[in-house]
Nanobody
Framework: QVQLVESGGGSVQAGGSLRLSCVASGYTDTDNCVGWFRQAPEKEREGVAFISTGDGGTRFSDFAKGRFTISQDNAKKTVYLQMNSLKPEDTAMYYC??????????????????????WGQGTQVTVAS
Protein backbone atom coordinates (compact mmCIF):
# COMPACT_ATOMS: atom_id res chain seq x y z
CA GLN A 1 0.00 0.00 0.00
CA VAL A 2 1.50 3.29 -1.12
CA GLN A 3 1.71 5.89 1.62
CA LEU A 4 3.08 9.41 1.70
CA VAL A 5 3.61 11.24 4.96
CA GLU A 6 4.40 14.94 5.07
CA SER A 7 5.97 16.83 7.94
CA GLY A 8 7.74 20.10 8.64
CA GLY A 9 4.91 22.57 8.40
CA GLY A 10 4.37 25.29 10.96
CA SER A 11 3.98 28.99 11.55
CA VAL A 12 6.67 31.48 10.56
CA GLN A 13 7.05 35.18 10.04
CA ALA A 14 7.26 36.60 6.56
CA GLY A 15 10.77 36.21 5.23
CA GLY A 16 11.32 33.01 7.17
CA SER A 17 12.04 29.51 5.98
CA LEU A 18 10.63 26.03 6.37
CA ARG A 19 11.67 22.63 5.09
CA LEU A 20 8.93 20.14 4.36
CA SER A 21 9.57 16.42 4.14
CA CYS A 22 7.64 13.71 2.34
CA VAL A 23 8.42 10.11 3.23
CA ALA A 24 7.17 7.43 0.87
CA SER A 25 6.51 3.79 1.61
CA GLY A 26 4.73 0.83 0.10
CA TYR A 27 6.52 0.74 -3.24
CA THR A 28 9.99 -0.06 -4.52
CA ASP A 29 10.03 1.78 -7.84
CA THR A 30 12.59 4.56 -7.48
CA ASP A 31 11.79 6.28 -10.76
CA ASN A 32 8.68 8.39 -10.36
CA CYS A 33 7.55 11.98 -10.50
CA VAL A 34 6.95 13.36 -7.02
CA GLY A 35 5.30 16.71 -6.59
CA TRP A 36 4.49 19.22 -3.91
CA PHE A 37 1.13 20.93 -4.17
CA ARG A 38 -0.66 23.45 -2.00
CA GLN A 39 -4.19 24.52 -1.36
CA ALA A 40 -5.28 27.69 0.37
CA PRO A 41 -8.81 28.13 1.73
CA GLU A 42 -11.36 28.58 -1.06
CA LYS A 43 -8.70 28.15 -3.72
CA GLU A 44 -7.89 25.30 -6.06
CA ARG A 45 -4.99 22.99 -5.38
CA GLU A 46 -1.94 24.10 -7.33
CA GLY A 47 1.42 22.62 -8.12
CA VAL A 48 4.49 24.02 -6.40
CA ALA A 49 7.52 21.93 -7.37
CA PHE A 50 8.27 18.55 -8.92
CA ILE A 51 11.16 16.15 -9.01
CA SER A 52 11.88 13.14 -11.15
CA THR A 53 13.31 10.70 -8.65
CA GLY A 54 15.04 8.75 -11.39
CA ASP A 55 17.26 11.51 -12.76
CA GLY A 56 16.76 14.37 -10.29
CA GLY A 57 15.22 16.70 -12.83
CA THR A 58 13.07 19.43 -11.31
CA ARG A 59 10.28 21.79 -12.29
CA PHE A 60 8.84 24.76 -10.44
CA SER A 61 5.78 26.90 -10.66
CA ASP A 62 6.57 30.53 -11.36
CA PHE A 63 5.83 31.69 -7.83
CA ALA A 64 8.28 29.13 -6.43
CA LYS A 65 11.22 29.88 -8.69
CA GLY A 66 14.11 31.46 -6.85
CA ARG A 67 12.58 30.87 -3.41
CA PHE A 68 11.85 27.15 -3.19
CA THR A 69 14.02 24.14 -3.90
CA ILE A 70 13.08 20.48 -4.15
CA SER A 71 15.47 17.66 -3.42
CA GLN A 72 15.49 13.98 -2.58
CA ASP A 73 17.20 11.34 -0.52
CA ASN A 74 16.54 8.10 -2.35
CA ALA A 75 17.98 5.97 0.42
CA LYS A 76 15.38 7.41 2.78
CA LYS A 77 12.67 7.59 0.09
CA THR A 78 12.20 11.17 1.11
CA VAL A 79 11.55 14.30 -0.94
CA TYR A 80 12.14 17.71 0.58
CA LEU A 81 10.74 21.13 -0.17
CA GLN A 82 12.94 23.94 1.12
CA MET A 83 10.99 27.17 1.23
CA ASN A 84 12.80 30.47 1.75
CA SER A 85 11.66 34.09 1.77
CA LEU A 86 8.18 32.99 2.69
CA LYS A 87 5.27 35.36 2.11
CA PRO A 88 1.81 35.50 3.66
CA GLU A 89 0.37 34.34 0.34
CA ASP A 90 2.31 31.08 0.75
CA THR A 91 -0.05 30.17 3.58
CA ALA A 92 -1.73 26.90 2.63
CA MET A 93 -1.95 23.19 3.25
CA TYR A 94 0.97 21.56 1.47
CA TYR A 95 0.65 18.08 0.02
CA CYS A 96 3.07 15.72 -1.60
CA UNK A 97 1.94 13.33 -4.27
CA UNK A 98 3.44 10.70 -6.55
CA UNK A 99 2.69 9.77 -10.12
CA UNK A 100 3.16 6.09 -9.41
CA UNK A 101 3.47 3.34 -12.01
CA UNK A 102 2.96 5.83 -14.79
CA UNK A 103 6.17 5.42 -16.85
CA UNK A 104 5.14 8.13 -19.30
CA UNK A 105 5.30 10.68 -16.47
CA UNK A 106 8.59 9.71 -14.87
CA UNK A 107 10.15 12.98 -16.03
CA UNK A 108 7.21 15.04 -14.75
CA UNK A 109 5.92 15.83 -18.20
CA UNK A 110 2.46 16.36 -16.70
CA UNK A 111 2.12 18.20 -13.41
CA UNK A 112 -1.60 18.67 -13.03
CA UNK A 113 -3.36 17.10 -10.04
CA UNK A 114 -5.14 14.38 -12.11
CA UNK A 115 -1.78 12.84 -13.02
CA UNK A 116 -0.84 12.07 -9.44
CA UNK A 117 -2.51 9.00 -8.05
CA UNK A 118 -1.28 8.87 -4.46
CA TRP A 119 -1.42 11.75 -1.99
CA GLY A 120 -0.35 12.49 1.54
CA GLN A 121 -2.57 14.03 4.19
CA GLY A 122 -0.86 17.41 4.06
CA THR A 123 1.03 19.69 6.39
CA GLN A 124 -0.09 23.21 7.22
CA VAL A 125 2.14 26.21 6.49
CA THR A 126 1.15 29.58 7.93
CA VAL A 127 3.12 32.73 7.19
CA ALA A 128 2.37 35.78 9.30
CA SER A 129 2.94 39.28 7.99
Amino acid sequence: QVQLVESGGGSVQAGGSLRLSCVASGYTDTDNCVGWFRQAPEKEREGVAFISTGDGGTRFSDFAKGRFTISQDNAKKTVYLQMNSLKPEDTAMYYCAVSHQQPWNRRCAATGTPYFNYWGQGTQVTVAS
